[in-house]
């Protein structure tokens, strides 16, 4: 499975993005898929995953009520919308698929990853 993000960019505060990322391979439709961020500096974090179905989502904290997690299978994609955009979601955001395990939130447990694709927003 290759992953590729795109969607990323320079908005201000309180502006919105949509973020997507696009599979090849249909073994994407069964895997739990996530999205992760990575601070400069710091180790990459979790931010929101989807089940296979899409029945289930999980939220970090800090995006609760601004970002959604989306995915259509038939267009082997994912999404994620961020409304309400503040300076410190600034960061690189990255795909990933495969959950091997019930550790959604660690990156550890993902076998596919995108490239990455930079968020920036300014205050």
């Known amino acids: 499975v290759q992953l590729v993000e795109s969607g990323g960019g320079l908005v201000q505060a309180g502006e919105s993005l949509r973020l997507s990322c696009a599979a090849s391979?249909?073994?994407?439709?069964?895997?739990?898929v996530a999205w992760f961020r990575q601070k400069a500096g710091k180790e990459r974090e979790f931010v929101a995953a989807?089940?296979?179905?899409?029945?289930?989502?999980y939220n970090e904290d800090s995006v609760k009520g601004r970002f959604t997690i989306s995915r259509d299978n038939t267009k082997r994609t994912m999404y994620l919308q961020m409304n309400s955009l503040k300076p410190e979601d600034t960061a690189f955001y990255y795909c990933?698929?495969?959950?091997?395990?019930?550790?959604?939130?660690?990156?550890?447990?993902?076998?596919?990853w995108g490239q990455g694709t930079q968020v920036t927003v300014s205050s």
């Open positions: 391979g249909h073994s994407f439709r069964s895997y739990t």
């Open positions: 989807i089940s296979w179905t899409g029945g289930t989502t």
């Open positions: 990933a698929a495969q959950a091997l395990g019930s550790t959604i939130t660690s990156p550890k447990i993902y076998g596919y």
